[in-house]
């Protein structure tokens, strides 16, 4: 009876929480405890009301020509872990040594945790039953004009601050998309390319493969930087359920995300198969 109780015990899984709204903002109001970094914030109303903010870290010198790298979560309210394991990202960088005193010199992190803050927890869409993430303008679809404000919200922080490197986090699958590239992290790298658009195809996320930006997309944040500014854009779906509980799962995919965003940081990555190798 002793053992079987033990054993029940160790299957226990250690629960997770999911920060809430009220803490996130708390955190986003925390001042940076690096003395060589500052923070500026840019703020917006939802449709609901709610505060849309981006978090814009850099050093305070005299260099104005610096690269913007964007990294946004929270455009589907309903991928818990995608927030999560921005925040995570996003505490470091304000509370210790993650990233290189080099790095600043060139370079600033403009951090938009809560995209679809009105339906945050809730569900994958706006106030307005929308997804966010099909709203960017794209000039192939013809579609030039925005509905939601989070796309608004994102195109203005845009304008001001032209990215260099963007990274739009989600959750539910494996999987990592560079337009008009993408692959599976369980996939080899010498598998990627045969078996990319198979797989996509499959998960009916973006058409890959495509021989200019031009081609058909489906007006993701994604698809509006690389044809807008011409720049890396990436869109990584950590792979656990959108709102796992799981301790252990949560900690993989903030692990995972962290060393993604440090291996462009640390400049080990310049192109699609050398990242697969990296993670």
């Known amino acids: 009876m002793m053992q079987s109780l033990i054993f029940s015990f160790l299957l226990i899984t250690p629960s997770y929480?999911?920060?809430t709204m009220d803490k996130i903002q708390s955190e986003e109001k925390a001042?940076?405890?690096?003395?060589?970094?500052?923070?500026?914030?840019?703020?917006?109303?939802?449709?609901?009301?709610?505060?849309l903010r981006a978090n814009i870290?850099?050093?305070?010198?005299?260099n104005i020509?610096?690269?913007?790298?964007?990294?946004?979560?929270?455009?589907?309210?309903?991928?818990?872990?995608?927030?999560?394991?921005?925040?995570s990202f996003y505490q470091k960088v304000k509370n210790d040594n993650l990233i290189s005193?080099?790095?600043?010199?060139?370079?600033r992190i403009v951090f938009i945790l809560l995209a679809n803050p009105d339906n945050f927890a809730k569900s994958r869409k706006n106030l307005a039953s929308i997804d966010t993430n099909r709203d960017f303008p794209n000039s192939v679809m013809q579609t030039l004009r925005s509905q939601t404000r989070t796309s608004q919200f994102i195109q203005?922080?845009?304008?001001?601050?032209?990215?260099?490197?963007?990274?739009?986090?989600h959750a539910?699958?494996?999987?990592?998309?560079?337009?008009?590239?993408?692959?599976?992290?369980?996939?080899?790298?010498?598998?990627?390319?045969?078996?990319?658009?198979?797989?996509l195809k499959k998960q009916n996320i973006i058409k890959v493969k495509a021989s200019h930006l031009d081609q058909l997309t489906f007006g993701e944040l994604l698809d509006f930087v690389a044809l807008e500014y011409q720049t890396t854009a990436y869109t990584i779906e950590l792979g656990e359920d959108k709102t796992v509980d799981d301790d252990r799962k949560v900690e993989r995919s903030i692990d995972m995300l962290e060393n993604f965003i440090m291996t462009f940081i640390n400049q080990e990555c310049y192109n699609i198969i050398s990242l697969a190798q990296a993670i």
């Open 57 to 62: 870290i850099e050093r305070k010198n005299n």
């Open 172 to 199: 539910g699958i494996d999987f990592v998309a560079l337009y008009p590239f993408a692959f599976s992290f369980d996939q080899k790298p010498s598998e990627i390319q045969k078996n990319s658009n198979k797989f």
């Open 101 to 107: 005193s080099d790095f600043w010199k060139e370079n």
């Open 17 to 19: 929480k999911h920060h």
């Open 156 to 169: 203005s922080v845009m304008s001001k601050y032209n990215p260099y490197f963007t990274l739009d986090v």
């Open 31 to 51: 001042l940076v405890l690096s003395y060589e970094l500052i923070e500026e914030k840019i703020e917006e109303k939802s449709e609901g009301g709610q505060i």
């Open 65 to 87: 020509h610096k690269k913007n790298w964007f990294f946004i979560s929270g455009q589907h309210g309903d991928e818990l872990v995608a927030t999560d394991s921005l925040l």
